[in-house]
């Protein structure tokens, strides 16, 4: 469904298992990054009513998300740390094409955001499915389906609002990109890493 070329390594899980703390607090800070990412998309394309009105909704789940992580955090008695880079979408956020009309940048934008949100929900299937919390395995279940619909949400919007941009061959550029970097990743205990 989500057309990722490689799987995360379920022995991923192990890494997150041996921090959990660094786990949530990246998480957090994913989902924080995630609303932002939305409201930069409103922000810059306002005049798109049926965009603005979902992305503002997405931009409150992941608000929301953000809390959720906060809470679990709390009532782990862990700590939220500071802010971590994410390299992972440090890369993809180069690989996205800077030139062109304010619509070429509107797609690009968009399937950079569907291919964080492809990544995240295939990263929490993978938390959901081999986590030993009970907790944890639900929350991330709940999450995978949630970030799946953005997932279809950005893909979709991209697709409705081209105007030159062929977005079918442009999203498999996406994935090719994808699949060069992701072996660097899914080796620490953060969401993308």
Known sequence: MLGLKLATDPRWVNIVESNIEEILTDHAWCEQKAATNAITIITYNSELEDLVTELLVI???ELDHLQLVHNIIKQKGLVL???RKDHYVNELFKFMKKDGSRNDALIDRLL????????SCERFK???ENIKDSE?????????IS???????F???????TEKIDVDKRWKEWIEFETSIITNYGKNETIHG
């Open 126 to 128: 993978i938390l959901s």
């Open 59 to 61: 931009a409150k789940e």
């Open 81 to 83: 740390g500071r802010e």
């Open 136 to 144: 944890l395995a639900a929350f991330y279940r709940e999450l995978m």
């Open 112 to 119: 950079f955001s569907a291919m964080i949100e492809a990544r």
């Open 155 to 161: 893909l979709g919007f991209a697709r409705k609002y």
């Open 147 to 153: 970030e799946a619909g953005h997932y279809t949400t």
